[in-house]
């Protein structure tokens, strides 16, 4: 995933996962440098003021097609003064913001290679589920024309609904009970007036009446 979409992706995702982003590709950072620099590491976790010296903030350095946000950017900034009694303040400020970067990427890039989405199918698929993104918007962020976002829109809801179907397969192998012999029961006359999607279905025929005679919302219990 190159730096724009994942910058994109970045900005546009629900709170949760940009924190759970945010987070994850910091902490890899501060990880790195306690293996490196101990000195660095414990001015990381001791002064209260390191946290405000270095951002990751997002921009973009143009505009699309239709006049939105083109090129996102991650743009590091680094406050170094804020840690004026540090001799290194500045290179230690320069090399987590590096880091930081480096490590959001590849944290957006795992998650989006551990899914079924190519790059921007992945961007798509969050950038679709923003209520306060327009196609338009979307388009121009993914460099593409509105008519090729909506054909990836539409490739991206194929693939979530075959995933959920073998999600739904998935939990049912799983069940204790689930590879009992099936009691369902329904005649002719009760399938042919059941939507496929409601089956299975386990139909109790009512005393010596006929099914076909019987209402089929009276002979269907559930499952």
Same mark, same amino acid.
């Given at each position: 995933?190159? +730096? $724009?979409i994942a910058?994109?992706?970045?900005?546009? $995702?629900?709170?949760i996962?940009?924190?759970?982003?945010?987070?994850?590709s910091l902490?890899?950072?501060?990880? =790195?440098?306690? @293996? +490196?620099?101990?000195?660095w590491?414990?001015?990381?976790?001791?002064?209260?003021?390191?946290?405000?010296?270095? %951002?990751?903030p997002?921009?973009?350095?143009a &505009?699309?097609?239709? %006049?939105?946000?083109?090129?996102f950017?991650?743009?590091?900034?680094?406050?170094?003064?804020? &840690?004026d009694?540090?001799? +290194?303040?500045?290179?230690l400020?320069?090399?987590?913001?590096?880091?930081?970067?480096?490590?959001?990427?590849?944290?957006?890039?795992?998650?989006q290679?551990? =899914?079924?989405?190519?790059?921007?199918?992945?961007? #798509?698929?969050? %950038?679709? @589920?923003?209520?306060k993104?327009?196609?338009?918007? #979307?388009?121009?962020?993914?460099?593409?024309?509105?008519g090729?976002?909506?054909?990836?829109v539409?490739?991206?809801?194929?693939?979530v609904q075959?995933? @959920?179907?073998?999600l739904?397969?998935? +939990?049912?192998?799983?069940?204790?009970?689930?590879?009992?012999? $099936?009691?369902?029961?329904?005649?002719?006359?009760? &399938?042919?007036r059941?939507?496929? =999607?409601?089956?299975?279905?386990?139909?109790?025929?009512?005393r010596? #009446?006929?099914?076909?005679?019987?209402?089929?919302?009276?002979?269907?219990?559930?499952p």
């Amino acid at each position: 995933m190159d +730096e $724009a979409i994942a910058a994109f992706t970045m900005k546009y $995702a629900p709170s949760i996962k940009n924190a759970e982003w945010h987070q994850r590709s910091l902490k890899r950072a501060i990880d =790195s440098i306690q @293996r +490196e620099s101990p000195e660095w590491y414990t001015v990381m976790i001791e002064d209260g003021r390191f946290g405000g010296a270095i %951002g990751m903030p997002i921009y973009a350095s143009a &505009l699309g097609q239709y %006049g939105y946000d083109t090129n996102f950017e991650f743009n590091p900034t680094t406050q170094p003064e804020l &840690l004026d009694d540090f001799d +290194e303040a500045n290179a230690l400020c320069e090399e987590v913001a590096s880091r930081w970067k480096t490590n959001l990427i590849d944290v957006i890039s795992s998650d989006q290679e551990a =899914s079924m989405f190519s790059p921007k199918e992945y961007a #798509v698929f969050i %950038g679709s @589920r923003n209520p306060k993104l327009s196609e338009k918007e #979307v388009a121009d962020a993914l460099g593409i024309a509105v008519g090729t976002y909506r054909g990836k829109v539409g490739r991206v809801r194929k693939k979530v609904q075959t995933a @959920r179907a073998t999600l739904a397969d998935v +939990e049912i192998t799983e069940k204790s009970d689930a590879w009992g012999r $099936a009691s369902y029961s329904a005649s002719s006359s009760v &399938l042919s007036r059941v939507d496929e =999607s409601q089956l299975p279905v386990d139909a109790k025929g009512i005393r010596r #009446v006929p099914d076909h005679e019987v209402p089929v919302e009276l002979l269907l219990e559930d499952p």
